[in-house]
């Protein structure tokens, strides 16, 4: 299954402008190497902007710092608390992420990004059932989030609500067209039911976004050789296989393709 976790941290959460701090500012050797501001607003806007670039350059553990600086000199910042949430599940202390997303919504309970950003988290933690009271809040709160009716999609899949994940995923889907990774959990979904045509369809649309997503390929491959199509099926395991040369589903259809050619070209050679 695939997973989509997008947290949406701190440029977002803080306002900074990412591009515009992508040429003013790095991220420090260290959290006290900052120089000192003027005031504590520019102090913590510098100390946000530094947390960005330490996650832009794959840094999150001096992200994580940077911003309990700002939570010690503001300990209601809920921006910092969601930001330094996003940060722990980077570097995989999900129990931290979680009480930091909790700690952002109690100071700020509108705060749509700490409820989704909770939410992929309890997701990964296969804690389906409050995930879904999160995306469903972040929603409440955004109705046309279209990120979070993937996620909820996603969960409701877990849960073996197909309906209700088929209806989020086309929600998403029309809100943000452009959302690859929703066209690849449908079709993913679809596949499952039985539905290989609309699988073979979605899979396609992802594949516009991402060419080299070898299990796209395996997956549409499988459809397509479900559909009676073992010449576009074995053109997509092979695919995926130049991708991704250790894919099972893509070896195991390759094999069975193959062998079935065969043995097909056999029996014609002893009919001739």
Not at 165 to 193: H, K, M, P, Q
Request: glycine share 6%; proline share 4%.
């Amino acid at each position: 299954m695939r997973w989509v976790y997008l947290p949406l941290m701190l440029a977002l959460a803080v306002g900074v402008d990412a591009a515009k701090a992508e040429t003013e500012v790095i991220c420090p050797s260290s959290p006290l190497s900052s120089e000192a501001a003027s005031t504590d607003k520019e102090q913590a806007d510098l100390l946000s902007k530094q947390a960005t670039a330490c996650v832009r350059e794959g840094k999150p553990a001096l992200a994580i710092a940077l911003l309990s600086e700002i939570i010690r000199r503001a300990p209601t910042d809920a921006a910092a608390y969601l930001n330094r949430g996003s940060a722990q599940a980077t570097v995989g202390e999900v129990a931290l992420a979680l009480s930091d997303y909790t700690t952002a919504i109690t100071l700020k309970p509108d705060m749509i990004e700490a409820w989704y950003d909770r939410g992929t988290t309890l997701t990964h933690l296969r804690r389906y059932e409050r995930a879904i009271a999160d995306f469903s809040e972040a929603i409440r709160l955004k109705p046309d989030f279209a990120l979070a009716y993937c996620n909820r999609g996603l969960a409701n899949v877990q849960l073996g609500r197909y309906d209700d994940a088929l209806a989020d995923y086309s929600v998403a889907i029309e809100d943000d067209a452009a959302l690859s990774y929703c066209y690849f959990n449908r079709g993913n979904l679809y596949l499952t039911l039985g539905e290989f045509r609309m699988a073979v369809d979605d899979l396609t649309r992802a594949l516009a976004a991402r060419p080299k997503d070898a299990t796209a390929l395996s997956r549409r491959g499988q459809a397509n050789e479900a559909l009676g199509q073992p010449g576009q099926a074995l053109d997509d395991f092979r695919a995926a296989l130049e991708i991704n040369p250790g894919l099972e589903s893509a070896k195991e259809g390759f094999a069975r393709i193959t062998e079935q050619q065969q043995h097909s070209d056999r029996g014609t050679s002893v009919a001739h």
